[in-house]
Structures are given as structure tokens and as C-alpha cells.
């Protein structure tokens, strides 16, 4: 199962003062628009993104068809191809990506603990 670019996807409060604790630990801003509440940090392969008023939670963020440097693959799994192989193993999901339609779209699935996985294809 290809997952695509990996990162965790921070719920702050205060997305100035989280973007200066993150770049004491090396990381850079990547990508993003803090006016509107969003920056995503990278450390070398290490990707975080930084969301205010957004999530309710953090969350594991998974991009089909990215890079860990955000540039498209050739070749990637469709996120509702994802869909389908999770639900057949019984995974219930909190949201889906409509199947009947291409290109970008997202599903959500919650891990036993409560901590929300999205699949999020951006190509």
C-alpha cells in the first residue's frame, strides 16, 4: 500500500509562536500561508504541519501521489484505491472520498486510540 508523502499535522493555538519553537529544532517553512492559519514545516525528510483553528486534533497526514518534498509522482496509488483496500480489511472511516470522481480527494480514519489518520491526495 503506497501512502505517499508522510507528515503530522499539528492543531496549535498560536501558529507564531509554534513556527518559532519548531525552527529551534531545524525546522524551515516549507510551504503554507499564515494568514491563513497554516504553514507546513520540513527538517530534512521530516514534515510538520502547522494548523490554527483547522484540526480538533493533531493528526497523521498521509499525501498520495507526493514526495516527502511535495512534487508529484509518476506513478501512485489513488487515495480511493486506498479507500477500498482499507474498508475491505474492515477499517471504518470517518469521512470518504466520493469514488465516482478523479483527482484530488481525502478520506479519514480513526486509530483506536482516537487519533485521526487522513489520506490526503492533492494531484
Known amino acids: 500500500m503506497q501512502l505517499g508523502a508522510f507528515s503530522v499535522s499539528l492543531a496549535v493555538k498560536d501558529?507564531?509562536?509554534?513556527?518559532s519553537f519548531y525552527e529551534k529544532f531545524g525546522f524551515?517553512?516549507?510551504?503554507?500561508?499564515?494568514?491563513?492559519?497554516?504553514?507546513i514545516l520540513k527538517n530534512g525528510q521530516h514534515i510538520l504541519g502547522l494548523?490554527?483553528?483547522m484540526f480538533d486534533k493533531n493528526t497523521l497526514t498521509f499525501n498520495p501521489g507526493w514526495s516527502q518534498s511535495a512534487q508529484p509522482l509518476e506513478s501512485f496509488t489513488d487515495v480511493r484505491q486506498l479507500?477500498?483496500?482499507?474498508?475491505?480489511?474492515?477499517?471504518?472511516?470517518?469521512?470518504?472520498?466520493?469514488?465516482?470522481?478523479?483527482g484530488p480527494a481525502s478520506f479519514v480514519a480513526i486509530d483506536p486510540d482516537g487519533n485521526p489518520i487522513l489520506v490526503d491526495q492533492h494531484v
Open 83 to 102: 479507500q477500498r483496500e482499507l474498508k475491505a480489511q474492515g477499517v471504518t472511516l470517518a469521512t470518504e472520498a466520493d469514488e465516482t470522481t478523479t
Open 15 to 19: 501558529l507564531e509562536a509554534s513556527r
Open 51 to 53: 494548523f490554527q483553528g
Open 28 to 39: 524551515e517553512v516549507f510551504a503554507g500561508e499564515a494568514s491563513q492559519g497554516w504553514l
